[in-house]
């Protein structure tokens, strides 16, 4: 499937099928070129609090979303599930 923008969130291109299992998005932004990892779930509280166990710090809240620095400097945003629920359930993992 050809990379296509999102809809209703213009900034993202999705482009299915580049990395198979997994969801990826490509956002534009207006400041320095670097990368994150979104983390989709359908309980954005409790893999919070999960992620921070595991040594991610809270650094911000934006609309309904989290964002994370990790142990190694990278930025993790976790997000409420956007994708179509029968694509979610067939690629969501349970982690401890």
């Known amino acids: 499937m050809p990379?296509?923008?999102?809809?209703?969130?213009?900034?993202f291109t999705s482009l299915h099928g580049a990395l198979p299992g997994l969801v990826?998005?490509?956002?534009?932004?207006?400041?320095?070129?670097?990368?994150?990892?979104?983390?989709?779930?359908?309980d954005v509280e409790a893999e919070t609090r999960r992620l921070v166990a595991h040594g991610a710090v809270e650094i911000g809240r934006w609309l309904e979303c989290v964002t994370l620095r990790a142990p190694g400097g990278h930025l993790v945003c976790v997000i409420p599930s956007h994708t179509d629920?029968?694509?979610?359930?067939?690629?969501?993992?349970?982690?401890?």
């Open 24 to 42: 990826l998005a490509v956002q534009a932004v207006d400041d320095q070129a670097r990368y994150h990892v979104d983390i989709e779930t359908d």
């Open 3 to 11: 990379a296509r923008t999102v809809p209703d969130e213009q900034q």
């Open 85 to 96: 629920p029968e694509t979610f359930e067939a690629l969501s993992q349970a982690w401890e």
